[in-house]
């Protein structure tokens, strides 16, 4: 790393990282880069926070960013690693050795590590640090290392040993945790703290300047790393600037000797690898949510656990009040007491899942805005993820709930039956969870969607078809009926099991009876010929949420900074 100079000293020869397989020269930012916020069309409401501003940074450095509270630092560096607020404008130009962000994906070279330590409180330091390198590409990853050492034999290369050693290291077959994590954390000195949780406001957890650390650690797989407010870690902890030094070479040295030999193998010229790594990063990212989101989960006992002793309670208690009425239907008030069952069961519990999830789902956005800014996954991988998690959930709340309930009450046990009624539990308590996933979304705060949430239940109290049936609405008002998710869940629930029962019940003013399917249809307006659709609507309830959550997600940002 050194080299003879005329004057008998020795000077340092420069390391250099790549992108786009070329040697990285330095970061340069020139033609008077400016950012310019605008709060209106007025000029008069246009505020310059850069202007003028070039500069180089140059490879394998550690440079500081001085300046006073609120004169642009960190909106120089999300404009340096390509993630500037959204609400800016931007002149001149920014370039990774002469290559432009059109050329390449800044977020997979570059990442903002944020001022904010937002972390799932739930989960241990080293489960975070997995998870951070499993979306970023070099978590568990024996398959690909698998059909490599393949090619490389059908092609006859003979990889280097100390890489190829590396490699396998890094990706042996049923390891859950990396050795990449292993070595981060001795070196940040986390390794004391590795199997502690996180925690947060509510949870009592690691250090402020350990969790930094951990935010850090966790975006520093990148060539290059915009640390902001990292002089809290460095004079408030017991890091210090060797040791981020140790960590920045060390990424940017493994960055270079990757693109060198080639670990993307070159099938297609580079900028079209980079262009699919994108897109293949995504997948994994799925599944490493997915493991995430069930680690997490399971590890949140005040949400699930309270959700799962809420619905035992209430099979126990209505089953206790309605003992056997499923087999004993004599007359009309049997029928409207099983009704008002299942309407208190739909609608109670699922308020109760939609009211729990709100703040869970709201602080989990906090950590995916940053996680998000950090490019270690995709928004839509995170809204999917959330929802196959959210729905194995759900599945196993509607079994614990169908099973006493059905037994008790005594509802007729044929197949159809029992998973008509299964499915439309589990689908009301998926579709409140979802609508409450969807409101966190596409709103800004916690509050407004608790404003939201209560003119909801409020509307789909009136016209879910208990308190007022279908056929005594005011014909100007169901269509609100129809919207309302609630209603077609009762009228599945109840149409599934009674509205092809021939039985006679008994009713006021008639001395013969009436057939219980008859007097379903003429005085709630439930056919067991509509059942399929029912089911569909349900699916589609669901759906719509799903799709609102996913897009709200995407496309909404209500990060203030």
């Not at 850069?50 to 440079?63: C, E, N, Q």
């Not at 069952?341 to 995916?368: D, H, M, Q």
């Not at 596409?442 to 969607?449: F, R, V």
Request: net charge positive; charged share 20%.
């Amino acid at each position: 790393m050194e080299s003879s100079t005329g004057d008998g000293g020795y000077r340092r020869r420069p390391r250099r990282c790549a992108v786009l397989g070329r040697p990285l020269r330095g970061i340069s930012w020139s033609q008077a880069l400016g950012l310019i916020s605008r709060f209106g069309s007025s000029n008069k409401r246009t505020i310059k926070i850069l202007k003028d501003v070039s500069g180089i940074i140059k490879p394998s450095r550690m440079t500081l960013l001085l300046g006073p509270p609120a004169s642009g630092k960190s909106t120089l560096m999300r404009a340096l690693t390509g993630k500037p607020a959204k609400n800016l404008k931007m002149s001149g130009n920014i370039t990774y050795c002469g290559h432009t962000f059109s050329e390449f994906y800044p977020e997979r070279t570059s990442a903002y590590v944020s001022q904010y330590d937002l972390h799932y409180g739930e989960m241990t330091v080293r489960e975070t640090m997995d998870f951070s390198r499993r979306c970023l590409g070099i978590g568990a990853r024996y398959d690909m290392l698998s059909e490599l050492a393949r090619r490389e034999r059908n092609a006859g290369i003979k990889p280097d040993p100390e890489i190829d050693a590396l490699m396998k290291a890094t990706a042996v077959e049923g390891k859950e945790t990396n050795i990449m994590t292993d070595l981060i954390l001795k070196v940040l000195g986390l390794d004391i703290c590795a199997d502690i949780i996180v925690g947060d406001e509510m949870k009592r957890g690691i250090s402020g300047g350990q969790k930094k650390r951990v935010t850090t650690a966790g975006d520093n797989t990148s060539t290059v790393v915009a640390d902001d407010d990292s002089e809290n870690e460095l004079e408030n902890d017991s890091i210090n600037q060797t040791q981020m030094s140790q960590v920045t070479r060390g990424t940017n040295g493994a960055a270079n000797r990757r693109t060198q030999t080639g670990m993307i193998l070159p099938f297609q010229p580079l900028a079209l690898s980079f262009n699919h790594m994108n897109y293949y990063v995504d997948m994994p990212a799925f599944m490493a949510n997915v493991w995430k989101q069930f680690r997490s989960y399971w590890k949140n006992p005040p949400y699930n656990a309270m959700r799962y002793l809420m619905t035992a309670l209430y099979a126990i208690v209505f089953g206790t009040v309605f003992w056997r009425k499923g087999k004993n239907v004599e007359n009309q008030e049997d029928l409207v007491n099983l009704l008002g069952a299942t309407y208190a069961a739909v609608f109670f519990l699922g308020a109760a899942n939609l009211l729990s999830c709100l703040p869970v789902f709201s602080i989990e956005r906090t950590v995916f805005y940053r996680e998000n800014a950090a490019g270690m996954y995709s928004p839509l991988s995170y809204a999917f993820a959330l929802t196959v998690v959210e729905m194995v959930y759900n599945i196993a709340q509607g079994i614990l709930y169908t099973l006493p309930i059905y037994a008790m009450i005594g509802y007729e046990w044929k197949a159809d039956k029992f998973f008509y009624f299964l499915f439309f539990i589990s689908a009301c308590f998926l579709y409140f969870t979802m609508f409450g996933a969807m409101l966190i979304a596409c709103t800004p705060s916690q509050m407004l969607a608790n404003i939201l949430v209560s003119f909801a239940l409020t509307g789909w109290n009136i016209f879910a078809g208990f308190l007022i049936a279908r056929p005594a609405i005011p014909v100007w008002w169901r269509w609100f009926y129809w919207a309302d998710p609630v209603s077609w869940t009762i009228y599945g629930v109840t149409a599934s099991q009674f509205g092809n029962v021939g039985d006679t019940v008994k009713v006021p003013g008639s001395a013969t009876g009436i057939v219980v399917k008859d007097f379903l249809d003429r005085n709630l307006g439930y056919k067991h010929d509509f059942v399929g659709y029912v089911l569909l609507a349900h699916f589609g309830y669901i759906l719509l949420f799903v799709f609102l959550f996913a897009y709200g997600t995407k496309a909404l940002n209500f990060q203030k900074r």
